[in-house]
């Protein structure tokens, strides 16, 4: 690890689909702990920072123990705004208050999955000099070549016919970012690299990648957590 290192976990308090998504209790826990605790016990941060617009959030990711260094500015707390502007804002606000930012981690608030191998696995991706993002990915569970549309009339076509003879055993294998981290070199974020134009993956299991956007997928997911914990 190099010094200047940070967790920069982006937790804004106006979730629609799932209202106060990042602090409702999951299993017994503030949906962002999962986060915070991940970077806590990797051990590969200097600080552990959550970027919030909101006052509650940041009184629980602090009782968590987590800093809450500044607020977030309205204009990058929308539901359009992208990641890598937030962690850029973050690590300039670090740098203001005299942080040195080298390495920077942007953790999802919404992954109670994550695992701290992972993490590390990542980092080593990123000191290995390949490229300067590296974070998770997963498999798509069927080929991509093999994706069908479904027409007006219920019919369904190939969108590329060229791969409807093609064993799926024969085809090449697509990945899908999982959603959960992104390391980066504070120059990246701050130049505004895309990431995925950028970076460099390790691959996770398709059982580990579970998005939680809507009550149902809530639900399964939390299920899915306490069965793995029984």
């Known amino acids: 690890m190099s010094a200047g290192c940070i967790a920069i976990i982006p ?12 602090i409702l209790p999951f ?53 359009f705004t992208p990641t890598v502007p937030v962690v850029a804002h973050a690590i300039q606000a670090c740098r203001a208050l005299g942080w040195p ?10 992954v109670p999955f994550i695992a701290i191998d992972d993490l590390r696995a990542a980092l080593r991706l ?11 990915v997963t498999g798509f569970p069927s080929p991509i070549q093999r994706a069908m549309r479904r027409q007006a009339d219920g019919r369904i076509a190939p969108f ?26 504070a120059e990246a974020w701050l130049q505004g690299l895309n990431i995925h134009a950028n970076g460099a993956a390790i691959v996770l299991p398709e059982w580990r990648v579970v998005d939680i956007d809507t009550p149902a997928d809530w639900q399964r997911a939390e299920a899915l957590f306490r069965a793995m914990a029984a």
């Open 11 to 22: 937790a804004r308090g106006g979730s629609k689909r799932i209202p106060r998504k990042n």
């Open 27 to 79: 299993a017994g826990k503030p949906m962002i702990g999962y986060a915070i605790e991940a970077a806590q016990m990797s051990g590969l941060f200097d600080r552990v920072i959550v970027s919030t617009d909101d006052a509650e959030i940041g009184e629980v990711s602090r009782s968590l123990g987590a800093e809450t260094p500044f607020v977030r500015p309205a204009d990058l707390a929308d539901d």
């Open 101 to 110: 930012v080298d390495t920077a981690c942007c953790i999802y608030p919404g």
């Open 126 to 136: 990123l000191e290995s000099g390949v490229a300067p993002y590296a974070f998770p």
């Open 160 to 185: 590329d016919p060229a791969f409807v003879n093609v064993r799926t055993q024969d085809l090449e294998p697509a990945f899908h970012d999982a959603g959960q981290f992104y390391w980066g070199h």
